[in-house]
């Protein structure tokens, strides 16, 4: 199976919530993604209990190579995003790895 889109989630809410219209899942799927997103932008940490934390790390700028011609490049300072599991959640990946 390979990774869920956007488009395949939102389905699969519709599906579990017959009582709700698909454009409403979707706008409530995309205002969450946009609120993270806005989170983050501010610096901010957003922790969902029990499934896990998305933060912001910098990087600090630093010298990298190229791969294919092996020059040396500057690499600017940036942010990545970062997410980190909640313990319900490894503990959920890690029974369904020994049960199968």
Same mark, same amino acid.
């Given at each position: 199976?390979?990774?869920?889109?956007?488009?395949?989630?939102?389905?699969?809410?519709?599906?579990?919530?017959?009582?709700?219209?698909?454009?409403?899942?979707? @706008?409530?799927?995309? !205002?969450?993604?946009?609120?993270?997103? $806005?989170?983050?932008?501010?610096?901010?940490?957003?922790? /969902? %209990?029990?499934?896990?934390?998305?933060?912001?790390?910098?990087?600090?700028?630093?010298?990298?190579?190229?791969? @294919?011609?092996?020059? !040396?490049?500057?690499?600017?300072?940036? $942010?990545?995003?970062?997410?980190?599991?909640?313990?319900? /959640? %490894?503990?959920?990946?890690?029974?369904?790895?020994?049960?199968?």
């Amino acid at each position: 199976m390979g990774p869920m889109t956007k488009s395949q989630l939102i389905q699969r809410i519709a599906e579990l919530n017959p009582h709700l219209y698909q454009r409403d899942v979707e @706008r409530i799927v995309s !205002t969450i993604f946009d609120e993270i997103s $806005a989170a983050l932008a501010e610096g901010d940490r957003v922790e /969902l %209990r029990g499934f896990g934390a998305f933060s912001v790390k910098i990087r600090d700028a630093r010298l990298g190579r190229n791969p @294919r011609t092996g020059e !040396t490049v500057s690499v600017d300072r940036k $942010a990545v995003p970062f997410f980190k599991t909640g313990k319900q /959640l %490894r503990d959920m990946l890690n029974t369904a790895l020994t049960s199968s």
